[in-house]
């Protein structure tokens, strides 16, 4: 493993499976227990408030035209603080892979208007 990088697991309790995260300390701008915190939580989520779009979203895990900022979260996770320094940003950018990023822009009412 690299200096700074940590790796972390979660076991998802209904199948079994197993989450692998891979943390980057000084490109999160946060510590490993403050994003912890920002994506788990110890009730189960509902999805009730979602939108239809969004909950196909979460399900694919992957963001589409007309989510909404919660939507984009909840499919995609935190996105990282030095490349979205602001929630409410026009614009979030994610890692795709080591040499990609995915850019998520929003309209005035916070929902996806492109894909870049």
Known sequence: MKKNRKLFRFQVEKDGKVVNFLYHQPRMGMSIEEYIEKITSSKPVSLARFSKIDKRGIAAGKVSVGMTRKGVMAALGYPPTHRTPSLDAS???????????IGVDFDGRGRVKAIR
Request: no cysteine.
């Open 91 to 101: 614009s979030w950018i994610y890692w795709a892979n080591r040499f990609r990023t």
